[in-house]
């Protein structure tokens, strides 16, 4: 797995927040369709990256997902908003 997606699974799991596929796209300067394929294997720790039209990741079986994913309706949207808050992350 790139590095970089690594990390992003990292925050995300440590906050409880999903992102969009596309966010997680701006941010690796990728397509959101390639994303999928960059994640692997469907676990709990890469369900935090979800599609828009459902807010849940795509294709997941129950035991995939993360229990505490909808624990919030927040869900970030955009790279730039993943990038700030990646950078408040690290500080």
Same mark, same amino acid.
């Given at each position: 797995?790139?590095? *970089?997606?690594?990390?992003? %699974?990292?925050?995300?799991? !440590?906050?409880?927040?999903? $992102?969009?596929?596309? $966010?997680?796209?701006?941010? %690796?300067?990728?397509?959101?369709?390639?994303?999928?394929?960059?994640?692997? !294997?469907?676990? #709990? *720790?890469?369900?935090?990256?979800?599609?828009?039209?459902?807010?849940?990741?795509?294709?997941? /079986?129950? !035991?995939?997902?993360?229990?505490?994913? #909808?624990?919030?309706?927040?869900?970030? #949207?955009?790279?730039? $908003?993943?990038?700030?808050?990646? /950078?408040?992350? *690290? /500080?």
């Amino acid at each position: 797995m790139d590095a *970089r997606l690594s990390e992003i %699974l990292d925050f995300l799991n !440590e906050r409880k927040m999903r $992102a969009y596929y596309g $966010a997680v796209a701006g941010v %690796l300067q990728v397509s959101p369709r390639s994303v999928g394929t960059m994640l692997g !294997e469907h676990s #709990q *720790r890469a369900s935090w990256v979800v599609a828009k039209d459902s807010n849940m990741p795509t294709d997941y /079986e129950a !035991e995939n997902r993360h229990p505490d994913l #909808q624990r919030t309706s927040l869900i970030i #949207q955009t790279p730039s $908003a993943l990038s700030r808050g990646m /950078e408040k992350w *690290r /500080e």
